[in-house]
């Protein structure tokens, strides 16, 4: 390799016609650092050729020039990447810097691999993932489902937004329950927004009234010095007690029995989620005490309810 100051050149190939030749010079800033160029070239051969130490040469077949910025991730990319891709590895993660946002995106394509049970058990047989992580990762995705659920109540969501927030995040909904079924249709007339199976192996219903659909929970004016509730809120508990009377009748109904999984119906409860309880005063919040324990088969829950029960689950202070 020729030499000269501030300058440095190689040939990279000598063809009978053609040389590709790379070159290094030094370029002085007076300011910052001085930076580093490399230039790389394929050149028609001068006649009489012999190695040169001259910058340019004649005829470029093609030529680039990268800045000292260029030349440096250049030379990262390679160090970084170049054995693994040598041995046949397409992606990996490096472990000296392994929160860069392309190793998410690696992680990312590795857990979406189409045969998911295999990654499941893959995972679970080798105890790739820590306890402690997996912990956390289910506590941080809670958290999260959270945070979503207070933004949804700043909005004017309908039912359905509400439905599916609370399949996905049926934990919310506390012990009780287990799963969430596949089918709603009670009978040709009644549509349950869930049937789910409780945590004893039985039918139970959640019917969901949208926060943001202007219905009422407490009658304006009291009654006797009492908070009674409001037609809006009777509506609300007749259907659901309409719910359990049509579950009960299809309780014998093998094709009901099949639609529902298999999953039995005895006696069902339903868990009803109307209103909001974050402004109720004290006289407010007895009356509803009293209110639900009117019921044996119904539970009345508020959206602000739900929210306080999950912050308890994940230990959060109300």
């Not at 549509?191 to 969901?208: A, K």
């Not at 109904?253 to 868990?271: A, D, E, L, N, Y």
Request: charged fraction near 25%; proline fraction near 3%.
């Amino acid at each position: 390799m020729a030499k000269v100051s501030g300058q440095k050149f190689t040939v990279l190939k000598d063809k009978k016609t053609v040389v590709t030749r790379a070159g290094l010079w030094k370029v002085p800033h007076n300011t910052t650092e001085d930076e580093i160029y490399l230039k790389v070239g394929r050149y028609k051969k001068p006649e009489n050729w012999i190695e040169t130490e001259v910058a340019e040469l004649d005829n470029p077949k093609s030529e680039l020039t990268l800045t000292g910025e260029e030349f440096s991730n250049l030379i990262t990319f390679i160090q970084e990447n170049y054995e693994p891709f040598k041995n046949g590895t397409q992606a990996f993660i490096p472990l000296d810097n392994p929160y860069d946002v392309s190793v998410a995106h690696q992680v990312k394509q590795l857990l979406n691999l189409d045969d998911r049970q295999r990654m499941l058990d893959f995972l679970i047989q080798n105890d790739v993932i820590p306890t402690d992580l997996e912990i956390g990762l289910a506590h941080a995705k809670r958290s999260r489902a959270i945070d979503e659920f207070n933004s949804m109540l700043e909005l004017d969501l309908t039912e359905n937004n509400w439905q599916h927030w609370f399949e996905i995040n049926s934990w919310v909904l506390g012990t009780d329950f287990v799963k969430v079924l596949d089918e709603r249709t009670i009978d040709t007339a009644n549509i349950s927004d869930f049937l789910m199976q409780s945590y004893d192996g039985f039918l139970d219903i959640v019917e969901i009234k949208r926060p943001e659909g202007g219905l009422k929970f407490w009658q304006a004016s009291l009654d006797h010095g009492n908070h009674i509730p409001h037609s809006d809120l009777i509506k609300a508990i007749t259907q659901a007690s309409i719910y359990i009377h049509e579950v009960e009748r299809e309780a014998d109904s093998h094709k009901f029995f099949q639609r529902v999984g298999g999953v039995r119906t005895i006696k069902p409860r339903c868990t009803l989620i109307y209103g909001r309880s974050g402004d109720w005063t004290t006289e407010q919040q007895e009356a509803f005490r009293i209110l639900n324990s009117s019921y044996h088969n119904l539970t009345i829950m508020t959206f602000d309810h739900v929210i306080e029960r999950a912050k308890r689950i994940l230990g959060q202070n109300c």
